[in-house]
């Protein structure tokens, strides 16, 4: 473990170097010029770069990404109506025009879509940003029955404006930095002054701008890098494609984080049993969401031991079968030729394969993979003697509850370690599997999100949390914010009892 | 983080260093599912076992193997050498004992139902009226594969108290308790079924005599507090057929040690019963007040007239197994028990028996 933490350290090493060295090449600020910025951009065929004689003014910018309406009014009507080119340091003056002095600077705002004007030794730069963006669509991976059906874009201002359309409060605070040396990713902290707290912020400020990597494009991507514990199976920052979830952990004194070109926002600090919850439980009646959200956890140890559960009492524990099972159970092995073991991690593979095999194709011919897999692989498989009726029984309800989890990423993580334990489970028999179940809760326990622990509120342990995350109090008697958020606030209800 | 990685390591080894010697893959497996023991001269017993196969190309359902040995263990292995399973005894639901096996006492051979771990403390101690290998050897058509028609039958007959439910764990609790002595639900074979033939008492591990099925219930009464039992009764007393079946009968008893001026002991047992009559043939009428006191008054005398019979029984083959003895030893200190032979005064003790009825509801029709 110690050895392989030892090479990874090093590979990482060079590309922070790397970095480092590069950084160190930065020059003093330079007077930007127009002949500087067209050398910089040469052989860009989607650079524009305008000249008005009549002032003498250019303008350089990305025709792509910039909103021709906008350049139009903001710019290009305002330059046609000056007749004088004394006439148009004045007009510059406005405020949407801003004074650079920086070339460096000038060259990252023509990227990030704003307009150069030149005008007289003087640069200046006017956002009119307008990328072509998918418009607010529902989640493909995150769907509720009830409540609100949008979801985040690729764009950070769209996603931005979403939640703000939410939290209608000045005091919902946005901290913008960039990550990634060559992409300058845009990623932006929020939080709730006085909701949230200070120290979990300037955590993850302090973590984020301590990246040093080229590129970053996803939101998934980037908390692999501020992890806590990166050798865990687990996710350790909750991610998120529903704003309405996301301004709800906002609201509980979590911080949450956006990144420009992915359509989830991450939030932390997180536990693991956020990953159980969805809107949907408060949506509804606060017993049929309990319901549910104890279903979940239901789920959580079906999709854990079923099959290991198969396999031991198959390979070791006869006594633990109920005498009506006994006969049909054997009936069905007796035509297997693998021991159980082999069985079920065949099955298992398949059912991984299948599973992968939908995930990457169409939805349409997604279709057909459900056909062959239930119909072919289930009914054949069992005709031919390669497994038993029971296990494609135990196989497929581990595998149908491993996708009630909400958050994909977790239940990913379940799946996988369901493997470890079919493996434990064919060795050790039960044994095997209290095992495998300790060392994951050891491992659980151990883990921390942005520093706190993440099986709050079981270890530390919080019986005042529990109405909101094993269950659902009626909201009357959820008063508290979570203790996980460390909230300078933590009444959040103020209603009498 | 170095402790976690040499713990994986650890694991790691174990996990490569285990054997599979310990496996019992299910379809290699012979679940003795009942077991019978009968008796045989010198100290030899026959072993008779029953497996459930489950193997589709086989057309029976269950095989039946009987070998004799010096113990059940090593009639395993001598079983061992006639199948192609891996005998084991996990499952095992029934053990049948032969009754001049059970004359002699069976402790001997409940050494290693106790002893083994794998074998449950609910398994049912059977004693068979007849060689018990002969029973378990016979198929009844109409019924489900021996062992288990034996099992389901007693479960179910117990539930309506017409027999005890004696497990290995109550057996061996009342074997090792010295007030009071194990019954055992007691069967034989009818021919085409198997059916209940009372109670068989046992002194310590040694069969005594038994009582018949049709007073189990009244025994049952006897033996202390339960509910949902039925008994039918006939009052030969109010006229000839006068027949009255009474359900939902709970009843509780209490027991009373009290020393005579000579010092003899004399126990006194009152037994509360409430039961709701479902059927009654007979003169009196059950809405009448006076003479639902009376029909009560008669059911409850024919009770206790049957109660103090199978008092006098139980002292006559010297077992206590209504555990009258624990309320004795209760009633004196340790060493005075001790002085005490139970078992040689017991059939002496004077037993009184006093049993009430009340009739709680007896229908609609009045």
Same mark, same amino acid.
């Given at each position: ?124 730069? &006017? ?16 769907? &509720?029955?009830? $409540? ?12 931005? %404006? ?7 409060? %000045?005091?919902?605070? &946005? ?38 990597? *080229?590129?970053?494009? *996803? ?7 501020? *992890? ?24 509980? $004194? ?24 969805? %809107? ?8 049929? $969401? ?82 062959? !897999? ?61 095992? !495998? ?13 942005? $520093? ?46 | ?26 379809? +290699?497996?012979?679940?003795? =599912?009942?077991?019978? #023991? ?82 449950? +403390? ?52 009342? #074997? ?51 509910? =949902? ?30 020393? +005579? ?32 006191? +009376? ?50 005064? #017991? ?14 509801? #007896?229908?609609?029709?009045?």
């Amino acid at each position: 473990m110690r050895f392989f933490k030892r090479i990874m350290k090093t590979i990482f090493m060079k590309t922070i170097v790397s970095a480092a060295s590069a950084q160190k090449a930065k020059v003093k600020p330079e007077i930007p010029t127009l002949t500087h910025i067209l050398s910089e951009f040469n052989d860009c065929v989607d650079l524009v770069h305008r000249y008005y004689p009549e002032v003498n003014v250019h303008l350089v910018y990305f025709d792509h990404q910039v909103d021709h309406d906008k350049l139009y009014r903001e710019v290009m009507n305002p330059l046609i109506h000056v007749h004088a080119e004394e006439e148009v340091p004045k007009l510059l003056e406005q405020s949407q025009f801003t004074l650079v002095r920086d070339s460096k600077e000038l060259v990252e705002g023509i990227l990030s879509g704003r307009v150069a004007i030149f005008s007289n030794s003087k640069t200046y730069l &006017v956002d009119v940003f307008g990328l072509q963006s998918r418009s607010v669509s529902q989640s493909e991976s995150e769907t &509720v029955i009830t $409540g609100p059906h949008d979801a985040f874009t690729e764009q950070a201002g769209i996603n931005l %404006s979403l939640i703000r359309q939410r939290i209608k409060s %000045s005091h919902l605070k &946005v901290i913008k930095l960039s990550v990634g040396e060559v992409t300058k990713t845009d990623v932006y902290i929020l939080y709730i002054k006085d909701i949230a707290n200070m120290t979990y912020v300037n955590e993850a400020i302090r973590r984020i701008s301590n990246i040093e990597i *080229d590129a970053v494009f *996803d939101t998934n991507m980037l908390l692999q890098f501020i *992890d806590d514990a990166p050798f865990s199976i687990f996710p350790q920052f909750l991610t998120s494609e529903r704003p309405e979830a996301i301004a709800s952990k906002l609201v509980a $004194g979590r911080i949450v984080g956006i990144v420009d070109g992915s359509p989830s926002a991450l939030s932390a600090p997180t536990s693991f049993f956020e990953y159980f919850s969805s %809107s949907d439980d408060y949506n509804q009646r606060w017993m049929l $969401g309990s319901a549910s959200r104890l279903l979940r956890f239901l789920a959580l140890f079906i999709t854990l031991s079923f099959t290991s559960l198969y396999v031991s009492v198959t390979t070791f524990h006869y006594e633990m079968i109920p005498e009506n099972l006994l006969i049909t159970l054997t009936e069905s092995r007796s035509k297997v030729p693998f021991p159980p073991l082999f069985e079920a991690l065949f099955m298992e593979v398949t059912i991984e394969l299948l599973r992968e095999a939908g995930a990457r194709l169409p939805s349409k011919i997604g279709q057909t993979i459900g056909i062959v !897999g239930g119909i072919v692989i289930g009914q054949a498989a069992v005709q031919a003697g390669l497994t038993s009726n029971i296990l494609i029984i135990a196989v497929a309800s581990s595998a149908i509850a491993s996708f009630v989890t909400p958050a994909y990423v977790m239940s990913a993580s379940i799946r996988f370690l369901r493997f470890g334990l079919i493996i434990l489970a064919g060795v050790w028999g039960n044994f095997g599997l209290a095992v !495998g179940i300790s060392a994951i809760v050891i491992h659980l326990s151990g883990l921390t999100s942005l $520093g706190s622990s993440y099986l709050t509120p079981i270890a530390p342990f919080k019986p005042r949390d529990w109405k909101d995350v094993f269950i659902i109090a009626p909201f009357k008697y959820i008063t508290e914010r979570p203790s996980q958020s460390k909230s300078p606030n933590t009444v959040k209800n103020k209603m009498r009892k | 983080m170095i402790n976690k990685g040499v713990g994986l390591c650890f694991l790691g080894c174990l996990v490569l260093l285990t054997g599979c010697n310990d496996q019992r893959i299910l379809e +290699e497996t012979g679940f003795i =599912q009942s077991a019978s #023991y009968d008796e045989l001269t010198n100290n030899r017993i026959v072993y008779g076992i029953s497996i459930p196969i489950a193997n589709p190309e086989i057309k029976a359902t269950r095989a039946f193997l009987m070998t004799d040995a010096m113990s059940s263990k090593q009639a395993r292995t001598h079983l061992s050498r006639q199948t192609n399973l891996q005998l084991v005894s996990g499952q095992l639901r029934v053990a049948l004992f032969g009754l001049p096996l059970a004359k002699k006492g069976i402790w001997r051979i409940m050494d290693t139902l106790i002893r083994d771990p794998t074998i449950s +403390e609910k398994i049912k101690i059977i004693i068979v009226n007849g060689e018990a290998a002969g029973l378990l050897k016979k198929n009844f058509k109409e019924f489900p594969r021996t062992g288990q028609y034996i099992d389901r039958l007693i479960k179910k007959e117990a539930i309506r108290h017409s027999t005890p439910l004696t497990t290995l764990y109550s057996f061996s609790r009342d #074997y090792y308790d010295d007030g009071i002595d194990p019954v055992v639900p007691i069967i034989k074979d009818t021919g085409k079924t198997i059916s209940l033939d009372g109670i068989a008492l046992f002194q310590d591990d040694t069969y005594k005599g038994k009582i018949n099925p049709e007073e189990a219930v009244v025994f049952a009464i006897l033996r202390g507090n339960f509910k =949902q039992g039925e008994v039918s009764l006939a009052l030969p007393k109010q006229s000839q057929d006068t027949t009255v079946m009474l359900s939902s009968l709970n009843s509780s008893r209490k027991v009373n040690v009290k020393y +005579e001026d000579d010092g003899n002991i004399r126990i006194n047992i009152q037994i509360q019963a409430t039961a709701t009559v479902s059927e009654y043939i007979g003169e009196l009428k059950l809405s009448n007040d006076a003479e639902r006191r +009376e029909i009560e008054r008669v059911i409850s005398d024919q009770i206790t007239e049957q109660a103090e019979r199978i008092l006098k029984t139980l002292q006559r083959f010297s077992t206590d197994s209504l555990g009258l003895g624990t309320y004795v030893r209760n009633s004196m200190t340790f060493a005075e028990w001790q002085k005490l032979n139970w078992h040689d005064q #017991y059939p002496n003790v004077n037993i009184e028996c006093r049993i009430k009825l009340r009739i709680k509801d #007896y229908g609609f029709r009045r």
